[in-house]
């Protein structure tokens, strides 16, 4: 992993396309989970798990 000019870690080796996925998924959840399956050092399988909050 090396840092950006800011500081923040940028992962490499991970394919844009897999990032995106990500990045869609974390901006449009408020509550869930995203777990990423891995296989052979490369991402194969991306879930959401979105959640719903019920208030009284």
Do not use: C, F, W
Request: aromatic share 2%; no cysteine; hydrophobic share 45%.
């Amino acid at each position: 992993m090396t840092t950006d000019d800011n500081g923040i870690a940028q992962p490499s080796g991970v394919p844009d396309a897999a990032l995106g996925v990500v990045a869609e998924a974390l901006a449009r959840l408020r509550y869930g989970a995203v777990n990423l399956v891995i296989h052979d050092g490369k991402v194969v399988q991306i879930d959401v798990t979105d959640r719903k909050r019920l208030t009284n």
